[in-house]
């Protein structure tokens, strides 16, 4: 069965330093990869995703990631964070199944804190 | 058109209450999906639909009765509660295979 595992259950960062979440994933194959940013009290939109092609992937509001096949990962970056970017995040992998879009499995979700 | 919604986005129900929860997706998505989101555990996936079919029950326990008339609308029917069943509930929806999902905001379920 796929995992995905996020080390760091709480990040705080200045506003204005770069930004980098980590995510691992355990699956046999390669999976589709997402990530989602939820604020207070919402649901989850979704950032940016990868299925196949260009391994540096961009998303909205200037994240990007990368995928490492050797290393099992899809880290997120921002070059430079903003206070608005407070919020938890979550990456996922997902599996093709049956003719129903995918089943996505979850990480633990990093919460991103910014200083002024 | 918002996308995905949910209602009521907070609910407040006695473990001898009966309640549902809606959701309802204007993306044209064949796809509909019901996840639990708990304050200590992953986003946990409950049930999958396809085309109106329920394709995945994730060993949800039957006091959660799932319900999708037709592609746009979701419900979760609840009955006798418990407490632990306080969480955040999440519906998605996703076009088909190997597309993404996309989440309404979610409903705010507290059992007492």
């Known amino acids: 069965a796929q995992s995905v595992t996020q080390p760091d259950i709480h990040i705080t960062v200045s506003e204005g330093a770069s930004l980098e979440l980590r995510c691992n994933y355990s699956y046999g194959a390669t999976p589709y990869l997402f990530w989602y940013v939820q604020s207070p009290g919402q649901g989850l939109q979704l950032l940016l995703k990868?299925?196949?092609?260009?391994?540096l992937v961009q998303g909205i509001k200037g994240f990007e990631a990368e995928f490492k096949r050797s290393q099992s990962s899809f880290n997120l970056r921002k070059p430079s964070v903003h206070w608005s970017d407070a919020a938890e995040y979550f990456c996922a992998v997902g599996i093709p199944y049956n003719n129903a879009g995918n089943m996505l499995t979850f990480g633990g979700g990093t919460r991103l804190m910014v200083k002024p | 058109e918002t996308g995905v919604t949910q209602t009521p986005r907070h609910l407040v129900m006695g473990m001898t209450n009966k309640k549902s929860l809606k959701c309802e997706q204007h993306?044209?998505?064949?796809?509909m999906y019901w996840y639990k989101q708990s304050a200590k555990k992953p986003l946990e996936l409950m049930f999958v639909?396809?085309?109106?079919?329920?394709?995945e029950n994730n060993s949800v326990p039957s006091r959660f009765s799932p319900e999708c008339p037709n592609s746009s609308h979701l419900f979760l029917h609840l009955h006798t509660l418990q407490p632990e069943d306080s969480a955040l509930y999440l519906c998605?929806?996703?076009?088909?295979?190997?597309?993404?999902?996309?989440f309404g905001p979610g409903t705010r379920l507290t059992v007492l």
């Open positions: 998605a929806s996703s076009p088909g295979q190997g597309d993404t999902q996309y």
């Open positions: 990868y299925f196949s092609g260009d391994t």
């Open positions: 639909y396809n085309f109106k079919e329920q394709t």
């Open positions: 993306l044209g998505h064949n796809a």
